[in-house]
Structures are given as structure tokens and as C-alpha cells.
């Protein structure tokens, strides 16, 4: 909420002074876009250096303790694991997961067939597209929901 206050301090009043306040927080729906987004950008550089021939290294922190017991961050190696595989005709089969489940990316379809590495990265930039115009806002919300069901399953075990 931004409201206007003249004020005629010396110094400040060539300014337009205002009273406002930051909000922080984002939507849960604008939060899995992020969190989605990210992990297709992951994905164009697996498929990227897939192309280049090189490996991909992505790398977090983690705290553990040393030989004297105390606490200190490391940074270690992140699996990254393809969201591609190969068909039996050669080409190509993409499918977009958040978390552990598999978007449908239509009402009938889960995947995107691709014909080579070069089009993987066309189809992950694509989609990364439309995750961020808010296309698969429906499609990421029931994966979501699927996501958090299977955690509070095995919370009550």
C-alpha cells in the first residue's frame, strides 16, 4: 500500500516522499513456477553439456561435522539425474517431473518425443517458457498436491 506525504525538510524536499511497505511474500502458485523453472534450467545445462561432450557438476552445501566435532559447510557433488531416455526407434523421450512426479503435460500425454540432443534443450526452453507464462500453473498444482499426499502417507507410518 503506497500513500503520498509531502514533507519540507531541508535537503528532502525536492523528493517525493512516501510511506510503503514491501511485500515479500510470493503466491504458492508463483513459488512452484520458481521452483519448476529452476529445474528446467538444470535440465537445458545437463542437455547442454550433454551436446558439448563435457559432464555436469552442480554442486551444494552441506553441513557435517569434522574430526574435531565441530560444524562446518562443504560444498559436495549434486546428482543431477536426465529427464530424457532413449526409445527403441532412436530418438528421444522427455518428460517433465517436480519432485518426483511426472507433469501430464496434456490430458493424454506425459511426454515429448525428441530427435536429438539439440531439440532436448529447444523442447526443455520451451517449456521453461511457458512454466514461467503460467501455462502448467494446473498441471504443477496436482503434481504438488500428489507430492504432499505421499509425505503425509509415510508421516503416519
Not at 538444470?42 to 561432450?53: D, M, P, R, S, T
Not at 553441513?63 to 528421444?92: M, P, Y
Not at 525428441?114 to 507464462?133: P, R, S
Request: hydrophobic share 40%; charged share 25%.
Amino acid at each position: 500500500m503506497v500513500t503520498a506525504t509531502a514533507t519540507a525538510t531541508t535537503g528532502l524536499a525536492g523528493l517525493k516522499l512516501i510511506t510503503a511497505t514491501r511485500d515479500n511474500a510470493i503466491s504458492d502458485t508463483q513459488h512452484r513456477r520458481n521452483k519448476l523453472s529452476k529445474k528446467l534450467a538444470e535440465q537445458i545445462e545437463l542437455a547442454k553439456c550433454q551436446v558439448e561432450g563435457r559432464t555436469y557438476t552442480q554442486t551444494k552445501t552441506k553441513t557435517i561435522k569434522n574430526a574435531e566435532g565441530i560444524r562446518v559447510n562443504v560444498d559436495v557433488a549434486k546428482t543431477v539425474r536426465a529427464w530424457w531416455w532413449q526409445l527403441e526407434n532412436g530418438k528421444l523421450a522427455l518428460s517433465v517431473r517436480y519432485g518426483s512426479r511426472v507433469i501430464q503435460l496434456n490430458a493424454k500425454t506425459n511426454a515429448v518425443e525428441c530427435a536429438n540432443y539439440a531439440d532436448v534443450i529447444n523442447v526443455l526452453t520451451t517449456i521453461k517458457t511457458a512454466v514461467e507464462a503460467g501455462e502448467l500453473d494446473e498441471q504443477i498444482l496436482k503434481a504438488s498436491v500428489k507430492l504432499r499426499e505421499g509425505f503425509k502417507i509415510s508421516a503416519t507410518k
